[in-house]
Every structure is written in structure tokens, then in C-alpha cells.
């Protein structure tokens, strides 16, 4: 088999030559964009993303002035009366309120200085909506990644299925040749016996990987989203994959998770100038008009009027609570600084160990490989060497069992190698983006 050579760099250290698994399945490509179409935490993830930035812009429509309505109606079983009485000038008259009280009234009201709690909310809502936009990007990469495993994870069961069928045709080949010799007498009919066991635990190992592969395809159809019985196209064998020089040098620092840290200190610095902002002077202006009946409604008909105002308020005294506020918002500001700190120090070792696991990995495909061919080789030769009467049916038998077991192994190398192929991609954040 063609292998590919290429130098690996471990954060400059020394070049080594490993043969490197090749492309990726045009098929995988398809069940990543399905299964991203059908995931439905990507879906909510979209949602809460379309949600921040409603928030936005509910935080910019502050920034403008708010007109506002009311209206009223009132009705007083005993109004308000006003009795006038002059003896000397011989006047006495009484007033008495309607019993109706209605009106209505428009209130314009613009903020002119509200401690930067205005424009930190627009900022807040920013730094909200692009930690929502990480945690999809982090969501996006679960997702290829698990699709990514369960389809390999099938492709394997598939390939596992013609080596399982592989096996037992070599069985039923050699119980055929057996039979032949017992007829004429050349060998002990014991030996038919024993080949023909050996062909009954070969049909039960292909219908034991037969029940493996349709688990394994129902339910990498669960994940992309159709039903579980369809018969899902696979690639007949596990297929290489090329590894880009840049996935060895790469550091991993454009991972969504350190965006997500960094997103969480912005939240904690915005939180801190909100919190502040209480403790800071407020100035509003404002325009009230009426259209009612003022008071009890002494006039009989309603009443036009209006108010301009300015209203400012400003905190003087609130027992040290403005200092233990920023305290607190300090702390929280250096715990989000932590965590960014142990965020980059779990990526740098994920880089790391999937590199290692990922060049581990292609050496035992190596070996696997290798070993395969000599199992070939060794099985040709015992069918030879049984045909000329110079060895026993159970050294043939056991030559065939070495060659599927060094089939197995072999699928299951390159099966754990893209696993840990895509543990990189996934490390790396190079998974492209929905």
C-alpha cells in the first residue's frame, strides 16, 4: 500500500516521518452538513443568538426619548362642595364639583445623563450575543465530531462485515477441499469435523458483525436526522486521510472555548459600570400635556394644559455600599481572568495529546499493516504446504484465524486513527463553521 511521508513538528521540536492517513470521504462531508441542519441544540443555540440581539436593540431604543399615554375616568358619589357666606354684604353662594373626572395626557420623557448605564447596557448585550455566538461555534464542533466518530464507527462495522464474510468463504473453501480428501481417503475425516466447527463459529462471527453494522448505521441515522431503518450509503472501507502540515503547527488559540472566557470577562468589566452607574448622578427632561377636568371638575368642560420639567436625582449617602459593590465586581472581574487562564491551559494540553494519540495512532496503522501482509503471506503459504500433505488442518485453520484477526486489527487502527484525526480538527477548532 502507498504511503505518504511528511514531517511532523511538535512546538519546534524535531522532525519526524510518519506515513499519514489520507482524504476525507466526500460522504462525511454530506452527514456533517445533515447533521448540523438537524441538531437541535445548534437549533436552540441559533435561537438565543437571534434573542441577544433583540436585547441590543431594546438597549439602543433607550437611548431615545419615550412618549407615553394615559388616560382616566372617575366617578365620586359626593363631590367636593364649596360653600361662600358675606352676612355683611348678604352673599352666600355654594359651588359644588361634578361627579364625573375624566381626561387623558401625553408624556414625552428623554434621558440626558444616567451614570453610563445606557450605553454599558448596548455593550453588555454585545458581549452577551457574541458569548451566544461561541456557544454555537462550540456546538458546531461537538457535533462534527460526533458525527464524525459515529461514522467512522459505522464504516468500520461495514468493513468488519467483509472481513467476517472473507473469513468464513476461506473456511467453507477449506471444509470443501477437506471433504474432497476424505472421499478418496487422503485424510482423517476428524479433520472435517474440526473445519466444519470452525465454519459454524465463522457464520455466527458474520451474523454476530452483520446485528454490529445496522446498529452502528441506525444510529448514525438517528444523528443526521432520517429514518432509522434507511439504508444510509457508506464508503465500502475506511479511507485515509491527508493531515495538513498546519494541524501540527497550529496552537489552538482561536478556540470558540477562549472566546467564551474572554466574552465573560467583557460581562464582568460591563457588570462592574453598571453597578457604578446607580452611584452616579441621573438627568432626565420631560413634557407633560394634559386634556382633563382639573380637580373635581369645577369647570364643565375639559381643561387643556401642560408641564416642561428636569428632573435630576444623585446618591450622597449609602453606608459604604458603592465601595463594597466594586469590590465585588473586582473579584468577579480576576475570577473570569482565572478561568480564562485554566480555559487556555486545557486547550493547550488537548492540542497536545491529540497530536501525540493522532501520531500513535498512524503508527499502529503502520504496524497493523504490516502485519497484515505477513498474516496473508502466512496463510498462502500454509494452504500450500496442507495441499502437498506437509502440515495438519489445524495449522491452516490457525493461519486463517491470524489473518482475520490481523484484518480486524487493522480496520480498527485506521477506525481509532480518523478518531483521533478528528480529535484534532476538534482541538484546533478547524471544523468549518455552519
Avoid at 461561541?134 to 457535533?143: R, T
Avoid at 469435523?193 to 444510529?219: D, P
Avoid at 494540553?349 to 503508527?363: D, F, H
Avoid at 504496524?367 to 505477513?374: F, G, Y
Wanted: charged share 25%.
Amino acid at each position: 500500500m502507498k504511503k505518504i511521508i511528511v514531517c511532523l513538528f511538535f512546538f519546534g521540536s524535531v522532525c519526524l516521518s510518519v506515513p499519514v492517513l489520507a482524504q476525507q470521504s466526500p460522504l462525511l462531508e454530506k452527514y456533517r452538513a445533515m447533521a448540523l441542519d438537524y441538531n437541535h441544540d445548534l437549533k436552540a443555540a441559533e435561537k438565543n443568538i437571534a434573542a441577544s440581539m433583540e436585547v441590543e436593540k431594546s438597549a439602543r431604543a433607550d437611548l431615545k426619548p419615550k412618549l407615553s399615554g394615559a388616560a382616566n375616568f372617575q366617578y365620586t358619589e359626593n363631590p367636593l362642595e364649596l360653600s361662600l357666606d358675606v352676612p355683611s354684604l348678604g352673599l352666600s353662594k355654594t359651588i359644588e364639583g361634578k361627579q364625573l373626572n375624566y381626561g387623558g395626557s401625553l408624556s414625552l420623557l428623554q434621558p440626558v445623563y444616567t451614570g453610563g448605564r445606557l450605553l454599558e447596557s448596548i455593550r453588555m448585550a454585545q458581549h452577551q450575543q457574541s458569548l451566544a455566538s461561541n456557544q454555537s461555534k462550540v456546538l458546531n464542533d461537538a457535533v462534527c465530531f460526533q458525527t464524525d466518530i459515529q461514522y467512522w464507527s459505522a464504516v468500520a462495522r461495514l468493513e468488519i462485515v467483509s472481513v467476517a464474510e472473507d473469513f468464513r468463504n476461506s473456511i467453507a473453501a477449506l471444509v470443501k477441499t477437506i471433504k474432497e480428501r476424505v472421499e478418496v481417503g487422503f485424510v482423517d475425516p476428524q479433520d472435517l469435523l474440526m473445519a466444519e466447527v470452525k465454519l459454524n463459529e465463522a457464520e455466527y462471527q458474520l451474523l454476530q458483525a452483520q446485528s454490529n453494522f445496522e446498529t452502528g448505521r441506525m444510529a448514525l441515522n438517528s444523528m443526521i436526522g432520517i429514518q432509522l431503518e434507511h439504508s444510509t450509503e457508506l464508503d465500502s472501507q475506511i479511507p485515509m486521510v491527508v493531515v495538513n502540515d498546519s494541524l501540527w503547527l497550529a496552537t489552538g488559540m482561536t478556540r470558540p472555548e477562549i472566546g467564551m472566557a474572554y466574552d465573560r470577562i467583557r460581562i464582568a468589566e460591563s457588570t462592574k459600570r453598571l453597578n457604578d452607574s446607580q452611584f452616579k448622578p441621573q438627568f432626565y427632561v420631560g413634557i407633560d400635556g394634559s386634556y382633563s377636568s382639573p380637580g373635581y371638575n369645577f369647570k364643565k368642560d375639559l381643561d387643556p394644559n401642560y408641564a416642561v420639567y428636569a428632573k435630576v436625582s444623585v446618591p450622597i449617602f449609602e453606608w459604604g455600599k458603592r465601595r463594597s459593590e466594586k469590590r465585588a465586581s473586582s473579584l468577579r472581574i480576576g475570577i473570569a481572568e482565572d478561568n480564562l487562564n485554566k480555559v487556555a491551559d486545557q486547550v493547550e494540553l488537548e492540542v497536545s495529546v491529540a497530536r501525540k494519540a493522532l501520531s500513535q495512532a498512524i503508527e499502529r496503522v503502520r504496524l497493523s499493516e504490516s502485519s497484515l501482509a505477513k498474516a496473508e503471506e502466512n496463510e498462502a503459504k500454509a494452504v500450500e504446504r496442507y495441499d502437498e500433505g506437509k502440515v495438519s488442518v489445524v495449522e491452516v485453520i490457525e493461519a486463517q484465524t491470524y489473518r482475520q484477526t490481523s484484518q480486524v486489527n487493522y480496520v480498527q487502527a485506521k477506525a481509532a486513527a480518523q478518531g483521533h484525526y478528528s480529535e484534532l480538527i476538534k482541538a484546533l477548532h478547524s471544523y468549518e463553521s455552519r
